[in-house]
T-cell receptor
Framework: KQEVTQIPAALSVPEGENLVLNCSFT??????LQWFRQDPGKGLTSLLL?????REQTSGRLNASLDKSSGRSTLYIAASQPGDSATYLC?????????????FGTGTLLAVQP | DTGVSQDPRHKITKRGQNVTFRCDPI?????LYWYRQTLGQGPEFLTY????????KSRLLSDRFSAERPKGSFSTLEIQRTEQGDSAMYLC??????????????FGPGTRLTVL
């Protein structure tokens, strides 16, 4: 059974700091991995999608890496801003079979202090 | 707005009542997903459709839950005889059928259900 874990559960940093959020998964047979942002009481905003054949994806100040063999992904946020404060979720889609569901971690709650 | 939309955004109901939620996916997306999220947890998969066919259901989807997508466009999720444990955020997502980035799932704003 695929399990997704995110560490740390919560993180508080001063504005301007670079930071790394971690995601690990137990089954390396994944099709892709997505990183999402969720503001309190809101839906999910897709940030980056990494295919299983890729090692990283970048969008603006965000960079996501994937190491399938070790079952790990990281989300790097450069020059953090108070507007980056949110919960960040990673999710994997398994390879094989008819499933297209995403399996989510429990998220990292990020607070960027001005 | 061409994103995924959900209605209502909030629903408060009494235990034992039936509720129905609607999801309108991004117009060209033929896959539609329902997830449930409780406080402090990540979303959990409930079911998904490809066009009008319901192709996968989670064991979380008890017999009190039913989902439809009659014309392959919008979808409804009905919960019968609601229980307090059904209180959660119900999220809808959609994606294309294809490879690579076409599989990216885009989420709606969710419907927050509170069962009293």
């Amino acid at each position: 059974k695929q399990e997704v874990t995110q560490i740390p559960a919560a993180l508080s940093v001063p504005e301007g700091e670079n930071l790394v959020l971690n995601c690990s998964f137990t089954d390396s047979a994944i099709y892709n991995l997505q990183w999402f942002r969720q503001d309190p009481g809101k839906g999910l905003t897709s940030l980056l999608l990494i295919q299983s054949s890729q090692r990283e994806q970048t969008s603006g100040r965000l960079n996501a890496s994937l190491d399938k063999s070790s079952g790990r992904s990281t989300l790097y946020i450069a020059a953090s801003q108070p507007g980056d404060s949110a919960t960040y979720l990673c999710a994997v889609r398994l390879r094989g079979g008819a499933t297209n569901k995403l399996i989510f971690g429990t998220g990292t709650l990020l607070a960027v202090q001005p | 707005d061409t994103g995924v939309s959900q209605d209502p955004r909030h629903k408060i109901t009494k235990r034992g009542q039936n509720v129905t939620f609607r999801c309108d996916p991004i117009s060209e997306h033929n896959r539609l997903y329902w997830y449930r999220q409780t406080l402090g947890q990540g979303p959990e998969f409930l079911t998904y459709f490809q066009n009008e066919a319901q192709l996968e259901k989670s064991r979380l989807l008890s017999d009190r839950f039913s989902a439809e997508r009659p014309k392959g466009s919008f979808s409804t999720l009905e919960i019968q005889r609601t229980e307090q444990g059904d209180s959660a955020m119900y999220l809808c997502a959609s994606s294309l059928v294809g490879t690579g980035s076409q599989n990216e799932q885009f989420f709606g704003p969710g419907t927050r259900l509170t069962v009293l």
